[in-house]
Protein backbone atom coordinates (compact mmCIF):
# COMPACT_ATOMS: atom_id res chain seq x y z
CA UNK A 1 0.00 0.00 0.00
CA UNK A 2 1.14 3.62 -0.78
CA UNK A 3 1.06 4.87 2.27
CA UNK A 4 1.83 8.68 1.27
CA UNK A 5 -1.58 8.77 -0.97
CA UNK A 6 -3.58 7.50 2.12
CA UNK A 7 -2.15 10.31 4.91
CA UNK A 8 0.09 13.17 3.19
CA UNK A 9 0.44 14.25 6.92
CA UNK A 10 3.30 11.13 7.35
CA UNK A 11 6.03 9.84 5.98
CA UNK A 12 6.74 6.40 5.91
CA UNK A 13 10.05 4.93 5.52
CA UNK A 14 11.23 3.68 2.27
CA UNK A 15 13.13 0.54 3.05
CA UNK A 16 10.86 -1.11 5.65
CA UNK A 17 7.54 1.10 5.36
CA UNK A 18 7.76 2.31 9.09
CA UNK A 19 6.65 5.72 10.02
CA UNK A 20 9.79 7.68 9.71
CA UNK A 21 10.06 11.13 11.83
CA UNK A 22 11.94 14.53 11.29
CA UNK A 23 15.19 14.07 12.73
CA UNK A 24 16.17 17.91 14.04
CA UNK A 25 20.06 17.34 14.77
CA UNK A 26 20.40 15.81 11.24
CA UNK A 27 17.51 17.79 9.01
CA UNK A 28 16.17 14.86 8.03
CA UNK A 29 13.53 12.08 8.40
CA UNK A 30 14.68 8.81 10.01
CA UNK A 31 13.69 5.27 10.26
CA UNK A 32 13.86 4.35 13.84
CA UNK A 33 13.31 0.87 12.92
CA UNK A 34 15.90 0.55 10.04
CA UNK A 35 17.71 3.79 10.52
CA UNK A 36 16.81 4.53 6.55
CA UNK A 37 17.27 7.85 6.10
CA UNK A 38 15.01 10.46 4.04
CA UNK A 39 15.59 13.54 2.89
CA UNK A 40 13.23 16.77 2.93
CA UNK A 41 13.07 16.94 -0.37
CA UNK A 42 12.08 13.03 -0.89
CA UNK A 43 9.48 14.19 1.18
CA UNK A 44 8.30 17.26 -1.21
CA UNK A 45 8.51 15.37 -4.19
CA UNK A 46 6.05 12.64 -2.82
CA UNK A 47 3.69 14.99 -1.41
CA UNK A 48 3.78 16.74 -4.90
CA UNK A 49 2.63 13.73 -6.38
CA UNK A 50 -0.10 13.05 -3.68
CA UNK A 51 -1.12 16.57 -4.71
CA UNK A 52 -1.42 16.24 -8.52
CA UNK A 53 -3.40 12.77 -8.09
CA UNK A 54 -5.64 14.80 -5.57
CA UNK A 55 -6.35 17.44 -8.48
CA UNK A 56 -6.87 14.96 -10.77
CA UNK A 57 -9.41 12.81 -8.82
CA UNK A 58 -11.24 16.28 -8.13
CA UNK A 59 -11.51 17.10 -11.60
CA UNK A 60 -13.19 14.03 -12.31
CA UNK A 61 -15.61 13.94 -9.90
CA UNK A 62 -16.76 17.14 -10.54
CA UNK A 63 -17.47 16.71 -14.42
CA UNK A 64 -19.51 13.81 -13.34
CA UNK A 65 -21.45 15.30 -9.86
CA UNK A 66 -24.75 15.51 -9.97
CA UNK A 67 -25.42 18.73 -7.86
CA UNK A 68 -23.74 21.43 -8.90
CA UNK A 69 -21.85 24.08 -6.64
CA UNK A 70 -22.32 27.92 -7.04
CA UNK A 71 -20.31 30.64 -5.26
CA UNK A 72 -21.85 33.62 -3.49
CA UNK A 73 -19.52 36.44 -3.96
CA UNK A 74 -20.17 39.46 -1.39
CA UNK A 75 -18.78 42.70 -3.00
CA UNK A 76 -18.51 44.46 0.07
CA UNK A 77 -16.51 42.02 2.60
CA UNK A 78 -15.07 40.33 -0.36
CA UNK A 79 -16.22 36.62 1.31
CA UNK A 80 -16.55 33.59 -0.90
CA UNK A 81 -19.41 31.29 0.16
CA UNK A 82 -19.97 27.90 -1.85
CA UNK A 83 -23.20 25.77 -1.43
CA UNK A 84 -24.79 22.96 -3.38
CA UNK A 85 -27.08 24.49 -6.24
CA UNK A 86 -30.65 25.22 -4.63
CA UNK A 87 -29.21 26.39 -1.13
CA UNK A 88 -29.37 30.42 -1.64
CA UNK A 89 -29.00 33.07 1.23
CA UNK A 90 -30.26 36.26 0.49
CA UNK A 91 -27.54 37.86 2.63
CA UNK A 92 -23.81 38.04 3.64
CA UNK A 93 -23.31 35.78 6.83
CA UNK A 94 -20.40 38.20 7.22
CA UNK A 95 -21.19 41.52 7.19
CA UNK A 96 -25.11 41.66 6.17
CA UNK A 97 -24.58 43.07 2.60
CA UNK A 98 -26.62 41.08 -0.59
CA UNK A 99 -24.80 38.42 -2.45
CA UNK A 100 -23.77 37.92 -5.90
CA UNK A 101 -23.85 35.01 -7.53
CA UNK A 102 -21.63 33.36 -10.08
CA UNK A 103 -20.91 29.59 -11.01
CA UNK A 104 -18.25 27.84 -9.01
CA UNK A 105 -16.71 25.12 -10.74
CA UNK A 106 -13.00 25.90 -10.52
CA UNK A 107 -11.10 23.03 -9.61
CA UNK A 108 -7.90 24.56 -8.75
CA UNK A 109 -9.32 26.67 -6.09
CA UNK A 110 -10.82 23.33 -3.84
CA UNK A 111 -9.19 22.23 -0.94
CA UNK A 112 -6.91 18.71 -0.50
CA UNK A 113 -8.08 17.58 2.80
CA UNK A 114 -11.17 17.32 4.51
CA UNK A 115 -12.31 16.79 8.28
CA UNK A 116 -15.82 16.04 8.03
CA UNK A 117 -18.37 17.56 10.92
CA UNK A 118 -18.91 14.91 14.00
CA UNK A 119 -21.37 17.08 15.60
CA UNK A 120 -24.37 17.96 14.56
CA UNK A 121 -26.14 21.72 14.50
CA UNK A 122 -29.56 20.44 17.41
CA UNK A 123 -26.13 19.15 19.36
CA UNK A 124 -23.82 22.06 19.11
CA UNK A 125 -26.56 24.58 20.04
CA UNK A 126 -27.41 22.37 23.44
CA UNK A 127 -23.68 22.30 24.02
CA UNK A 128 -23.06 25.97 23.69
CA UNK A 129 -26.30 27.28 25.55
CA UNK A 130 -25.43 24.74 28.81
CA UNK A 131 -21.60 26.05 28.11
CA UNK A 132 -22.96 29.63 28.33
CA UNK A 133 -25.36 29.60 31.04
CA UNK A 134 -22.22 27.60 32.99
CA UNK A 135 -19.78 31.04 32.24
CA UNK A 136 -22.45 33.97 33.33
CA UNK A 137 -20.45 35.41 35.49
CA UNK A 138 -18.31 36.15 32.79
CA UNK A 139 -18.97 38.62 29.38
CA UNK A 140 -18.01 36.03 27.08
CA UNK A 141 -20.22 33.48 28.65
CA UNK A 142 -23.67 35.93 28.63
CA UNK A 143 -23.09 36.39 25.58
CA UNK A 144 -22.93 33.25 24.48
CA UNK A 145 -26.23 32.40 26.06
CA UNK A 146 -27.80 35.57 24.24
CA UNK A 147 -26.60 35.01 20.89
CA UNK A 148 -27.20 30.96 20.44
CA UNK A 149 -29.60 31.00 17.84
CA UNK A 150 -27.22 32.73 15.87
CA UNK A 151 -24.97 29.73 15.54
CA UNK A 152 -23.95 28.62 12.19
CA UNK A 153 -21.93 25.54 10.94
CA UNK A 154 -19.37 26.02 8.11
CA UNK A 155 -16.04 24.33 6.70
CA UNK A 156 -13.70 26.97 7.19
CA UNK A 157 -10.45 27.02 5.18
CA UNK A 158 -6.81 26.37 6.33
CA UNK A 159 -3.61 25.72 5.10
CA UNK A 160 -2.00 23.12 6.63
CA UNK A 161 1.49 24.01 6.93
CA UNK A 162 4.79 21.53 7.15
CA UNK A 163 8.19 22.24 7.16
CA UNK A 164 11.31 23.85 9.65
CA UNK A 165 11.19 26.59 10.97
CA UNK A 166 13.67 28.51 13.55
CA UNK A 167 13.59 31.30 16.06
CA UNK A 168 15.60 33.84 17.53
CA UNK A 169 14.83 33.95 21.40
CA UNK A 170 15.48 37.13 23.92
CA UNK A 171 14.47 37.73 27.51
CA UNK A 172 13.37 40.83 28.81
CA UNK A 173 16.31 43.16 30.20
CA UNK A 174 18.94 40.85 28.82
CA UNK A 175 20.89 41.11 25.56
CA UNK A 176 21.49 37.70 24.75
CA UNK A 177 19.88 35.52 22.23
CA UNK A 178 19.17 32.18 21.75
CA UNK A 179 18.63 30.45 18.65
CA UNK A 180 16.18 27.20 18.57
CA UNK A 181 14.56 25.43 15.83
CA UNK A 182 11.52 23.10 14.88
CA UNK A 183 9.63 21.27 12.31
CA UNK A 184 5.78 21.98 12.26
CA UNK A 185 3.74 19.26 11.92
CA UNK A 186 -0.36 19.38 12.50
CA UNK A 187 0.00 22.90 12.38
CA UNK A 188 -3.80 24.54 11.27
CA UNK A 189 -3.87 28.01 10.06
CA UNK A 190 -6.92 30.04 9.24
CA UNK A 191 -7.22 31.80 5.92
CA UNK A 192 -10.86 33.56 6.18
CA UNK A 193 -10.45 36.82 6.51
CA UNK A 194 -13.53 37.70 8.23
CA UNK A 195 -13.02 35.58 11.52
CA UNK A 196 -10.96 36.64 14.60
CA UNK A 197 -7.97 34.15 14.15
CA UNK A 198 -7.19 34.27 17.61
CA UNK A 199 -10.88 32.50 18.54
CA UNK A 200 -10.29 30.17 16.27
CA UNK A 201 -6.74 29.28 16.84
CA UNK A 202 -8.12 27.95 20.54
CA UNK A 203 -10.35 26.36 19.22
CA UNK A 204 -7.46 23.91 18.16
CA UNK A 205 -6.69 21.31 18.13
CA UNK A 206 -8.32 18.88 15.60
CA UNK A 207 -8.22 15.28 15.74
CA UNK A 208 -5.78 14.63 12.68
CA UNK A 209 -6.44 10.94 12.72
CA UNK A 210 -9.98 11.79 11.14
CA UNK A 211 -8.35 13.81 7.80
CA UNK A 212 -9.34 12.74 4.33
CA UNK A 213 -8.96 13.60 1.07
CA UNK A 214 -11.71 15.79 -0.17
CA UNK A 215 -14.30 15.14 -1.81
CA UNK A 216 -17.53 16.61 -3.00
CA UNK A 217 -20.03 14.40 -1.28
CA UNK A 218 -18.65 15.23 2.15
CA UNK A 219 -19.99 19.31 1.46
CA UNK A 220 -23.26 18.40 0.13
CA UNK A 221 -25.61 20.78 1.51
CA UNK A 222 -23.00 23.05 4.14
CA UNK A 223 -21.90 26.18 3.97
CA UNK A 224 -18.60 26.33 2.94
CA UNK A 225 -15.91 29.39 3.34
CA UNK A 226 -13.46 29.29 0.86
CA UNK A 227 -9.76 31.25 1.80
CA UNK A 228 -9.43 35.08 0.84
CA UNK A 229 -5.86 35.56 2.18
CA UNK A 230 -2.73 36.42 0.09
CA UNK A 231 0.29 33.99 0.51
CA UNK A 232 2.02 36.99 2.10
CA UNK A 233 -1.30 37.16 4.65
CA UNK A 234 -1.12 33.59 4.99
CA UNK A 235 2.57 33.19 6.01
CA UNK A 236 2.22 36.46 8.36
CA UNK A 237 -0.29 33.96 10.43
CA UNK A 238 1.75 30.91 10.03
CA UNK A 239 4.24 32.59 12.03
CA UNK A 240 2.18 34.02 14.40
CA UNK A 241 0.71 30.71 15.25
CA UNK A 242 3.63 29.06 15.04
CA UNK A 243 5.16 31.50 18.04
CA UNK A 244 2.47 31.04 19.56
CA UNK A 245 3.05 27.23 18.99
CA UNK A 246 6.81 27.76 20.61
CA UNK A 247 5.89 30.23 23.23
CA UNK A 248 5.22 27.82 26.29
CA UNK A 249 8.56 25.94 25.99
CA UNK A 250 10.40 29.27 25.48
CA UNK A 251 8.85 30.65 28.15
CA UNK A 252 9.47 27.42 30.80
CA UNK A 253 13.03 27.52 29.49
CA UNK A 254 13.55 31.01 30.22
CA UNK A 255 11.74 31.30 33.03
CA UNK A 256 9.36 34.11 32.50
CA UNK A 257 6.25 34.87 30.13
CA UNK A 258 8.35 38.27 29.38
CA UNK A 259 9.99 37.19 26.00
CA UNK A 260 10.62 38.13 22.52
CA UNK A 261 10.17 35.06 19.76
CA UNK A 262 11.44 36.38 16.24
CA UNK A 263 10.42 33.72 13.61
CA UNK A 264 11.73 32.50 10.59
CA UNK A 265 9.65 30.36 8.18
CA UNK A 266 11.74 27.65 6.16
CA UNK A 267 10.87 26.16 3.23
CA UNK A 268 7.33 25.04 3.98
CA UNK A 269 5.11 22.56 2.42
CA UNK A 270 1.41 24.05 2.55
CA UNK A 271 -1.76 21.76 1.59
CA UNK A 272 -5.06 23.47 1.81
CA UNK A 273 -8.09 21.63 3.90
CA UNK A 274 -11.73 22.41 4.62
CA UNK A 275 -12.59 21.65 8.42
CA UNK A 276 -15.67 22.28 10.41
CA UNK A 277 -16.28 25.22 12.87
CA UNK A 278 -19.64 26.52 14.39
CA UNK A 279 -19.77 29.95 14.99
CA UNK A 280 -21.56 32.89 16.38
CA UNK A 281 -20.26 36.67 15.21
CA UNK A 282 -22.17 39.20 17.04
CA UNK A 283 -20.04 42.77 16.39
CA UNK A 284 -16.67 42.29 18.49
CA UNK A 285 -18.05 39.13 20.16
CA UNK A 286 -17.04 35.58 18.90
CA UNK A 287 -17.43 32.25 19.93
CA UNK A 288 -16.82 29.09 18.11
CA UNK A 289 -16.92 25.07 18.52
CA UNK A 290 -14.93 22.94 16.94
CA UNK A 291 -17.46 20.87 14.91
CA UNK A 292 -15.10 17.85 15.45
CA UNK A 293 -14.03 17.40 18.73
CA UNK A 294 -16.53 19.91 20.89
CA UNK A 295 -14.04 22.56 22.41
CA UNK A 296 -15.79 25.63 22.83
CA UNK A 297 -13.94 29.77 22.46
CA UNK A 298 -15.88 32.85 23.00
CA UNK A 299 -14.21 36.32 22.87
CA UNK A 300 -16.00 39.76 23.16
CA UNK A 301 -12.49 41.51 22.53
CA UNK A 302 -11.47 42.90 25.87
CA UNK A 303 -7.57 43.01 26.76
CA UNK A 304 -5.50 42.65 29.52
CA UNK A 305 -1.66 44.07 30.47
CA UNK A 306 0.29 42.32 32.21
CA UNK A 307 3.89 43.42 33.44
CA UNK A 308 6.10 39.90 33.84
CA UNK A 309 9.16 42.08 34.89
CA UNK A 310 7.51 43.23 37.99
CA UNK A 311 7.08 39.58 39.80
CA UNK A 312 11.25 39.48 40.56
CA UNK A 313 11.30 43.05 41.92
CA UNK A 314 8.50 42.60 44.12
CA UNK A 315 9.55 39.46 45.70
CA UNK A 316 12.50 40.98 46.24
CA UNK A 317 11.27 43.73 48.01
CA UNK A 318 9.32 41.91 49.96
CA UNK A 319 12.32 39.86 51.20
CA UNK A 320 14.05 42.74 52.07
CA UNK A 321 10.54 43.72 54.34
CA UNK A 322 10.47 40.72 56.26
CA UNK A 323 14.28 40.44 57.01
CA UNK A 324 14.17 44.40 58.33
CA UNK A 325 10.69 43.18 60.41
CA UNK A 326 12.73 40.56 61.77
CA UNK A 327 14.78 43.36 63.86
CA UNK A 328 12.87 46.72 63.77
CA UNK A 329 9.19 47.81 64.14
CA UNK A 330 6.82 47.73 61.16
CA UNK A 331 7.14 51.80 60.48
CA UNK A 332 11.07 51.25 60.65
CA UNK A 333 11.39 47.97 58.83
CA UNK A 334 8.99 49.70 56.00
CA UNK A 335 11.30 52.99 55.76
CA UNK A 336 14.37 51.07 55.51
CA UNK A 337 12.39 49.03 52.74
CA UNK A 338 11.94 52.36 50.64
CA UNK A 339 15.35 52.87 49.37
CA UNK A 340 16.19 49.44 48.63
CA UNK A 341 12.85 48.56 46.85
CA UNK A 342 13.02 51.88 44.72
CA UNK A 343 16.83 50.80 43.65
CA UNK A 344 15.40 47.13 43.02
CA UNK A 345 12.67 48.62 40.88
CA UNK A 346 14.81 51.28 38.66
CA UNK A 347 17.21 48.20 38.07
CA UNK A 348 14.40 45.91 36.77
CA UNK A 349 12.47 48.29 34.87
CA UNK A 350 15.33 48.64 32.34
CA UNK A 351 14.29 47.19 29.12
CA UNK A 352 11.01 46.16 30.72
CA UNK A 353 8.18 45.58 28.55
CA UNK A 354 4.13 45.28 29.25
CA UNK A 355 2.53 42.40 27.56
CA UNK A 356 -0.97 42.91 25.85
CA UNK A 357 -3.40 39.72 26.09
CA UNK A 358 -6.35 39.15 25.02
CA UNK A 359 -9.33 37.68 27.16
CA UNK A 360 -10.31 34.67 25.41
CA UNK A 361 -12.75 32.03 27.31
CA UNK A 362 -12.09 28.70 26.21
CA UNK A 363 -12.87 24.99 27.49
CA UNK A 364 -10.38 22.60 27.76
CA UNK A 365 -9.28 19.97 25.12
CA UNK A 366 -12.01 17.89 23.98
CA UNK A 367 -12.71 14.80 21.63
CA UNK A 368 -15.65 13.82 21.28
CA UNK A 369 -17.70 9.75 21.07
CA UNK A 370 -20.47 8.52 19.85
CA UNK A 371 -22.24 5.41 20.72
CA UNK A 372 -25.44 4.44 20.19
CA UNK A 373 -25.78 7.77 18.81
CA UNK A 374 -25.62 9.44 21.81
CA UNK A 375 -22.68 12.25 21.60
CA UNK A 376 -20.52 12.04 24.61
CA UNK A 377 -17.81 14.99 24.47
CA UNK A 378 -14.94 14.36 27.08
CA UNK A 379 -12.56 17.47 28.61
CA UNK A 380 -8.69 17.42 29.81
CA UNK A 381 -5.37 18.92 29.19
CA UNK A 382 -4.07 15.34 27.62
CA UNK A 383 -7.71 14.27 26.10
CA UNK A 384 -5.85 14.97 22.57
CA UNK A 385 -2.35 15.34 22.01
CA UNK A 386 -1.52 16.14 19.21
CA UNK A 387 0.85 13.32 17.38
CA UNK A 388 3.19 15.56 16.20
CA UNK A 389 6.24 16.93 18.10
CA UNK A 390 6.06 20.55 17.39
CA UNK A 391 8.42 21.04 20.15
CA UNK A 392 11.45 23.81 19.82
CA UNK A 393 14.88 22.37 20.31
CA UNK A 394 17.82 25.15 21.49
CA UNK A 395 20.75 25.07 19.43
CA UNK A 396 24.35 26.80 20.38
CA UNK A 397 27.88 26.49 18.88
CA UNK A 398 29.56 23.36 19.60
CA UNK A 399 33.14 23.02 20.17
CA UNK A 400 33.84 22.47 16.34
CA UNK A 401 31.94 25.46 15.94
CA UNK A 402 29.35 24.14 14.72
CA UNK A 403 25.22 24.52 16.15
CA UNK A 404 24.86 21.78 18.47
CA UNK A 405 21.45 20.63 20.48
CA UNK A 406 21.88 21.72 23.48
CA UNK A 407 20.05 22.27 26.89
CA UNK A 408 20.19 25.42 28.73
CA UNK A 409 20.62 25.99 32.77
CA UNK A 410 20.52 29.09 34.43
CA UNK A 411 19.79 28.04 37.77
CA UNK A 412 21.33 25.21 39.74
CA UNK A 413 22.22 24.24 43.09
CA UNK A 414 25.94 25.10 42.86
CA UNK A 415 25.44 28.29 40.78
CA UNK A 416 23.03 28.97 43.76
CA UNK A 417 25.58 28.26 46.40
CA UNK A 418 28.16 30.19 45.14
CA UNK A 419 26.00 33.24 44.84
CA UNK A 420 24.88 32.72 48.72
CA UNK A 421 29.17 32.38 49.31
CA UNK A 422 29.02 35.56 46.77
CA UNK A 423 26.88 37.71 49.26
CA UNK A 424 28.28 36.43 52.31
CA UNK A 425 31.97 37.11 51.29
CA UNK A 426 30.72 40.74 50.58
CA UNK A 427 28.83 41.73 52.97
CA UNK A 428 31.29 40.15 55.61
CA UNK A 429 34.66 41.04 53.85
CA UNK A 430 36.29 43.44 56.31
CA UNK A 431 35.91 40.72 59.17
CA UNK A 432 37.68 37.99 57.63
CA UNK A 433 41.38 40.04 57.77
CA UNK A 434 40.19 41.92 61.23
CA UNK A 435 39.65 38.21 63.01
CA UNK A 436 42.96 37.38 61.36
CA UNK A 437 44.94 40.77 62.75
CA UNK A 438 43.02 39.74 66.39
CA UNK A 439 44.61 36.33 66.67
CA UNK A 440 47.85 37.60 66.08
CA UNK A 441 47.77 40.31 68.81
CA UNK A 442 45.17 39.52 71.24
CA UNK A 443 47.85 37.65 73.28
CA UNK A 444 45.85 36.35 76.82
CA UNK A 445 42.68 38.58 76.00
CA UNK A 446 39.57 36.76 75.63
CA UNK A 447 38.85 36.58 71.39
CA UNK A 448 35.96 39.14 71.35
CA UNK A 449 37.86 41.66 73.99
CA UNK A 450 37.50 44.92 71.74
CA UNK A 451 37.02 42.66 68.57
CA UNK A 452 33.40 44.87 67.10
CA UNK A 453 31.99 43.62 63.60
CA UNK A 454 29.59 46.02 64.20
CA UNK A 455 32.37 48.32 63.36
CA UNK A 456 32.58 48.10 59.98
CA UNK A 457 29.16 49.99 59.60
CA UNK A 458 30.94 52.27 57.00
CA UNK A 459 31.69 48.94 54.57
CA UNK A 460 28.05 47.21 55.24
CA UNK A 461 26.65 50.11 53.56
CA UNK A 462 28.61 50.24 50.58
CA UNK A 463 28.38 46.25 50.58
CA UNK A 464 24.19 46.61 51.05
CA UNK A 465 24.27 48.30 47.49
CA UNK A 466 26.38 46.18 46.11
CA UNK A 467 24.82 43.23 46.84
CA UNK A 468 21.31 44.65 45.67
CA UNK A 469 22.79 45.75 42.38
CA UNK A 470 24.35 41.94 42.60
CA UNK A 471 20.17 40.48 42.83
CA UNK A 472 19.50 42.74 39.69
CA UNK A 473 22.18 42.57 37.93
CA UNK A 474 24.00 39.69 38.77
CA UNK A 475 21.50 37.27 39.31
CA UNK A 476 18.89 38.16 37.01
CA UNK A 477 20.64 39.83 34.68
CA UNK A 478 24.54 37.63 34.27
CA UNK A 479 22.51 34.37 34.87
CA UNK A 480 20.42 34.81 31.78
CA UNK A 481 23.73 36.54 29.54
CA UNK A 482 26.01 33.60 30.80
CA UNK A 483 23.44 29.73 31.13
CA UNK A 484 25.67 26.93 31.66
CA UNK A 485 25.18 25.11 28.20
CA UNK A 486 25.16 21.36 27.46
CA UNK A 487 24.94 19.61 24.39
CA UNK A 488 23.09 16.70 23.53
CA UNK A 489 24.98 13.68 22.66
CA UNK A 490 24.08 10.76 20.28
CA UNK A 491 23.48 8.53 23.10
CA UNK A 492 21.13 10.93 24.80
CA UNK A 493 23.46 12.45 27.24
CA UNK A 494 24.58 15.69 28.26
CA UNK A 495 28.40 16.86 27.95
CA UNK A 496 29.05 20.68 29.63
CA UNK A 497 30.49 22.55 26.72
CA UNK A 498 32.04 26.26 26.40
CA UNK A 499 34.46 28.44 28.04
CA UNK A 500 34.62 29.03 32.28
CA UNK A 501 34.50 32.79 31.32
CA UNK A 502 31.25 32.28 29.76
CA UNK A 503 29.48 30.98 32.12
CA UNK A 504 30.83 32.56 35.20
CA UNK A 505 28.76 34.90 37.38
CA UNK A 506 30.75 36.71 40.17
CA UNK A 507 30.09 39.33 41.81
CA UNK A 508 32.63 41.52 40.12
CA UNK A 509 32.00 40.34 37.05
CA UNK A 510 28.36 42.01 37.11
CA UNK A 511 29.77 45.23 35.70
CA UNK A 512 30.92 43.59 32.90
CA UNK A 513 27.87 42.51 31.29
CA UNK A 514 28.31 43.47 27.60
CA UNK A 515 31.85 44.52 27.10
CA UNK A 516 34.62 43.09 25.35
CA UNK A 517 37.57 43.81 24.54
CA UNK A 518 39.23 44.10 20.86
CA UNK A 519 39.39 40.18 20.57
CA UNK A 520 35.38 40.52 21.30
CA UNK A 521 35.40 38.29 24.23
CA UNK A 522 34.16 39.36 27.53
CA UNK A 523 36.61 41.36 29.95
CA UNK A 524 38.26 39.75 32.69
CA UNK A 525 38.99 42.12 36.17
CA UNK A 526 42.29 42.75 35.15
CA UNK A 527 40.97 43.95 31.30
CA UNK A 528 37.80 46.05 33.04
CA UNK A 529 40.35 48.07 35.03
CA UNK A 530 42.66 48.44 32.12
CA UNK A 531 39.70 50.19 30.27
CA UNK A 532 39.48 52.42 33.12
CA UNK A 533 42.94 53.58 32.41
CA UNK A 534 45.79 53.68 35.20
CA UNK A 535 44.26 56.35 36.74
CA UNK A 536 40.59 55.52 36.75
CA UNK A 537 42.07 52.31 38.25
CA UNK A 538 43.96 54.10 40.72
CA UNK A 539 41.14 56.07 41.80
CA UNK A 540 38.94 53.23 41.98
CA UNK A 541 40.57 50.78 43.47
CA UNK A 542 42.19 53.19 45.97
CA UNK A 543 38.68 54.12 47.23
CA UNK A 544 37.65 50.45 48.03
CA UNK A 545 41.13 49.61 49.89
CA UNK A 546 40.68 53.05 52.18
CA UNK A 547 37.08 52.00 52.95
CA UNK A 548 38.22 48.30 53.32
CA UNK A 549 40.88 49.08 55.72
CA UNK A 550 39.18 51.89 57.68
CA UNK A 551 36.45 49.33 58.33
CA UNK A 552 39.09 46.91 59.33
CA UNK A 553 40.54 48.94 61.60
CA UNK A 554 37.70 49.83 63.08
CA UNK A 555 36.57 46.21 63.90
CA UNK A 556 39.83 45.77 65.25
CA UNK A 557 40.37 48.49 67.52
CA UNK A 558 37.49 49.90 68.38
CA UNK A 559 38.86 52.09 70.58
Known amino acids: MDHQHQDPLRIFCRNCGAPAFFDIQRQSFACPHCGEVTGVQSFRSELSRWRQLQRDSTVAALSSQDVPLVEYACSTCGARVVFPEGEALETCDFCGSKLLR ?111 PFELGVIAGSRVKFADLSDAETAKRIAEEVTEDFRPEVCRIMQTSGVDIGLKTGDLFVLSALLPVYIIRQGNFTAVMNGQTGRMVASTGRERLTYPWLVEPTVY ?9 CYFAPSEALGLTVVPGIIIFAIFSKNAKMVRRRKVLRSQV ?11 VT ?173 VGAIVTPD
Open 366 to 376: SAATRKDGLLT
Open 317 to 325: TLLILVLAL
Open 379 to 551: EGRDILKNPYDNTPVFFEPGPDGAPAQVRLQFYGFWRILVMIINILITVFLPVFPAALIRLLIMGGEPFMANFRPEYGAAWYVLAAFLVLLYFGKGIRQDVYEHPVIRAVQPDGSLKLIGRPEDRKIGLLNMFLTGKTGADGRPLTLTGFIRELGFQGGCILGGSLLFLLLGS
Open 102 to 212: REFMDPAVLPELIIPFFITPEEARERMLAWGRAHLNTPEGRAVAANVSRLCGYYLPYQLARGPVSAEISRAGTDRRYHCSGFLNGTAVNTSRQFDNLVLNDAEPFDWTGVR
